[in-house]
């Protein structure tokens, strides 16, 4: 009788604790699992619910060996107790609290807490688990210009576990050759077709592979791989995607075979745009023209949507060496063009940023050119009678 109360009594008590520790938990709000890449800055963050007459009056945060690796007392200004190394206080908003260690290693695995002391209700705690991630990161697909400087760059977070960095690469049709290696003995080594115009760093935690001049058939996917050890392999992949310039507007169509078409089924042209226009009763008509592969698209940029008679007419043209002609026609009303710019932009996947060109109705660039000439010469007339003024009359 009176041990089956003590027992009901025991698991009553038993109930209120786990109550009581889920709601402690349950008012600090944190990642349960935390996922950082070695080499990277690990952020540990908790935010903390609180009542209105609740007051954080001191923050600490616990590493994985229950040390004390930063602490402050809020107020105004924050007041930092204990700072270890590379530990730094981001965020100490009243209920929020967060710290970035700068650097991940392994040594950084485990759980950390942080401790928020409040008056007048006590502490509360949250945990996040750290595990720490060995992997290789680079930079993703990059594009090229053929003819000069392509750079691939990888990295890895614990360079002193790299034994060697060997570069592969894939190319379109699907076959892998190596490109290049370095390893912690020795020198950089280059594969015969990469010979004369490749440079692989003598690195091993970042690794930097140079091409110059980047050709059409260079094109594909290169793989770093960092022969780790104990982590073993560790590889990233990233594009090469390479662009042909294109030729100045007006010299002529484009050749079959100018771009290597018939070895490179897969060649890519960037777009030279180019405005002209012709006006007459007062309407402007106005071309914007460029060829490049794949086709490129463009759109007219006039502000004040009153000058233009409707919208622009796009029509596209196959070169027959594949690439595409592509015309953007606007008419506008001369005298309701507004004085600001006209441009035409141009959108194509091997350009960083879109392109601009202005239609330029006034200014032809006969004229800009006596314009600057005109200036030149009444700046060299002016500073000349300045050096005679002060040589013979003053
Ligand atoms: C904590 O609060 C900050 C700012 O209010 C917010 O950005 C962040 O996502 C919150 N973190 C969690 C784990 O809820
Ligand atoms: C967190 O990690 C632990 C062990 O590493 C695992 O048992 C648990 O399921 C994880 N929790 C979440 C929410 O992913
Ligand atoms: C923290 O305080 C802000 C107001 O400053 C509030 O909007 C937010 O909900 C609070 N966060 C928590 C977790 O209580
Ligand atoms: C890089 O290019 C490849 C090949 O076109 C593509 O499969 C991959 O999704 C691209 N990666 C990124 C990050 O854009
Ligand atoms: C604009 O292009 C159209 C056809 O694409 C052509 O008929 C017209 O002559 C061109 N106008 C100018 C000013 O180049
Ligand atoms: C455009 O036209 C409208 C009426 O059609 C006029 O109210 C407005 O002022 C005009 N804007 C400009 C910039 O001319």
New binding site residues.
Partial sequence: MCGSSLARWLLLCLELLVMVVVRIQGEV?TLSNLTAVAGLPIMLGC????ATEDKVMQVRWLDQHNQLLLSYETGRPVRLTKQHDGVTLLSS????SLITIKRADLSHEGCYRCVFDIYPSGGKEGQTCLTIETKAINEGNKTAVSGTLATLSCWYGIPDRVQQVLWRKTANQGDTIKVASFSKRGNPSIDEPFQGRTVLSHTLGTTELSIQPVRTEDEGCYTCEFHTYPEGTRSAKTCLFVYEPNQPYGTGRYSAGRYGASCHNLFRVLPNPAITFVTSNGIIEANCTTTARPAAHMIWNVEGENGTLGPSTLSAQDQGDGTTFVTSTLYLQEKLLPDLPVKCIVHHQGLESPMSVYLNLNVGPALATVISVSCVVVLLICSLCVCLCKCFLC
């Fill in positions: 709000i935010n903390v619910t609180l908003h009243y209920n929020v």
